[in-house]
Every structure is written in C-alpha cells, then in structure tokens.
C-alpha cells in the first residue's frame, strides 16, 4: 500500500454541529476534511487513510425527498474520487439510520465503491439497508460512538484493500443475505452431529443455516356495525400535556398513559407537546389536532358514522422502542380497550 485511502463521511446536521430540529431541513453541503465523528474515525484510521471531505444534510430534508437527496449527495461526492463512504454512524435514529443507508446504497451502486454505516439493530435501516451496504450493530445513542467507530474504520479499510471479509460474526457486520459456499474437513453429517451434541448438552453452538422468524399477529376481526361501536384514539407520537406529567421516554418507552377529552371538540393549541425524541414535532406542538385528531373525529361523531368516542386518548412513545415493549404496551392497551367497552382504536404514528 502506498497511498492512503481517500474516504468520505456523511454525516446529519447535529452531528456536524449546526444545530437541532431547528435546522433539520439543512440542504446537502460539503466541508473538507473530517467533521465532528469524523475525527474520532480519522484518529482512529492513523496513516492509513484520510476523510478528505464530509457531507451533510438535514435529517428532514433528507427524509421528505430521500431519492432528490441522494443524487444531490452523490453530485458533491463525485469530484472527491473516494476509494470508501462511511455514514453515520446513526444509532437509534430513524431518519438519520435511514438517511445513512441510503446514501451507501445509492453511493454503492453508482459509484462501485465499498460502504460502510453503523446503527442499531432495532433501526429500520439495518433490515433495509443491510443486504446493500455493510452495516456495524452497534448501541443505541452516541454514548456508544467509541466503540462503534473502530468496528466501522476497520471494516471500511478490509474493503477498500480488496480483503476478503470473513463471517458477519467475524468482522462485526450485519448479514446481508448471502451464502457463500466454503470447504470443512468434516462432511456435514458429522458437523449437525456435533452442533446436535453441543445443544443436548447446553453449550453454545452455532447453525450453519440461519432461517428467518417472523411473528404472525391474526389481524382483529372487523367492527360489524361501526355505527353502534365506541372508538377510542391513541398515538405513538408522544402527545402528551405541557411538562409530560407521567414522564413517558422520549427514546425506548417503558410506559403509556391516557388523557381526558371529554368535552373537547379538538385538541386546543399551547396546551400539548410531543414526548418523542425521534420526529421534529413543532407542527404538531403548534396543532395537537395532526397526532390526535380530535376535530376531525368529533365531526365524523356528530354524523353518527360511530356511536360515541371514549372520553380519554390513548399516548405512548414508539421512537426506538423494543418489539418486547411494544408487545407489552399494546397487551396493557388492548385490555384497557376491553375493560371499558372500547370496539376499536385509531392509532395515529408519526
């Protein structure tokens, strides 16, 4: 190797420091050289390699015209001539996971370079994205950074060398859906044998053939007459009053709660905000009525298209919240439903 590898890094507008949600609609823009995380992996890439360039682009920009905003992404990337992109890493978050993957994908495709990001593996981007781009597990919030960044340097170097890359397991990457066939000295009677053994006796062991599992959850059958049922309303977008009374997680949500509308003909302004930490939720601070949309329903109520609409709405917060969570809360949900009466729910999401 005598000359260094030339990487690019794409990072969101908070992480380049220019701001919050506040500035989540930022155009894509280059900078030169390594920004924010891109220190931490340039410290870590030595002399080996050098980010010549960072682009960023507002998560919400990025998320309402992800395609325009790839190719305007891909424009300021072209004339660097990099050898990788790395992205991220994202962590938790959707729209940053998201934008990361599909910076790599489209930079993968068009470019024929390798890349590499790093996100969480309940982001939506690691089941999206991995199959396109090559995708580090790694912890929920920037807290974990430092361990993520060197599992990313590495790998993003293996690619650019032309290494062969070993196992997901072995060099900490996400599968991506393929099988590549390999030589054993044992013929694979004695290997099932083996694995058939270690299990039997409670060791670890590792099959060669991963089948995917999928939950299946029978869909409810439908309110037979929906003039004579009692709806209820909820939300995962956090819609709580001023001060978050009950203290629902802006991240990972633990609990749910409900709230009075009785008497309410819609959802007034300066009296709600969002708990969510994972969606800009000034629209829907400034007009409840977009997350819980009780004018909307109160109207349909007065037209008798449903009998009554319970007197609480139903709140909790889905920003990178566990399928056990989600299971648990929707369980607790279903039997409040139960208790009072309630035929149906219309669940609103950001």
Known sequence: ??????????????????????????????????VGPGRVFQATFGDAAEIVATFICGDNYFSDQPDQAADDLLDLI????????????????????????????V???RLGIPTVTGVALENPAAEIYAPYTYIVPTGNTAATMRQAVPSMAALALKLAWGETLGTPEQDNYLPRGRRRNIFDEDTAARRAVRMLLRKVAGEPYQTELRLPSFDHISPA???????????????????????????IEAVRATKWTQYSIAGLEAM???????????????????DPNRMIPLDGLRALEARHEFRQLYQSYFSTVGCGMPVANATAIGQAMAQEMKARGIDGMIMTAT
């Open 1 to 34: 190797m005598t000359n260094k590898i030339r990487v690019v890094h794409y990072i969101n507008q908070f992480f380049a420091g220019l701001g919050g949600e506040e500035h989540a609609a930022t155009p894509p823009q280059r900078r030169d050289g390594a």
């Open 221 to 247: 059958p439908p309110i037979v007459d929906l003039t004579q049922a009692i709806l209820a309303v909820g939300t995962e977008g956090g819609t709580v009053p001023f001060g978050n009374p009950d203290g």
């Open 78 to 105: 072209v004339p660097d001539r990099p050898d990788v992109l790395i992205a991220g890493p994202g962590f938790d978050s959707g729209r940053y996971g998201m934008a990361c993957g599909k910076i790599c994908q």
């Open 268 to 286: 007034p302004a300066g009296q709600y905000e969002s708990a969510h930490g994972g969606y800009d939720a000034r629209f829907s601070n400034a």
């Open 107 to 109: 930079a993968g495709q």
